[in-house]
């Protein structure tokens, strides 16, 4: 990984795909970080405002890709891998 690389949530790197009926799918681009860093609980938290339980993020990071699903435990914002 690069000396540069973030470990903080990018809100440039959020964005929508498709929405429908209330359900939005996301993309986050991450290509200098692990998906680790990304799929661990609380990185998405900065855009709580943004995003509702059942959303899906679709993650791209430097070393593989996931599908995340939105849930939420109060105000937090929790990301579950889909399986």
């Known amino acids: 990984m690069p000396a540069t690389e973030t470990q903080?949530?990018?809100?440039?790197?959020?964005?929508v795909l498709a929405y429908a009926q209330g359900f939005t799918l996301?993309?986050?681009r991450a290509p200098a970080m692990r998906l680790g860093t990304v799929a661990a609980e609380g990185f998405l938290e900065?855009?709580?405002?943004?995003?509702?339980?059942g959303d899906m993020v679709l993650v791209s990071a430097g070393d593989g890709g996931r599908v995340l699903y939105v849930t939420k435990r109060g105000q937090r914002v929790a990301a579950a891998p889909l399986s």
Do not use: K
Request: hydrophobic share 45%; proline share 11%.
């Open 26 to 28: 996301w993309h986050y």
């Open 46 to 53: 900065p855009a709580a405002d943004m995003l509702a339980c």
């Open 8 to 15: 903080y949530f990018q809100p440039a790197n959020l964005s």
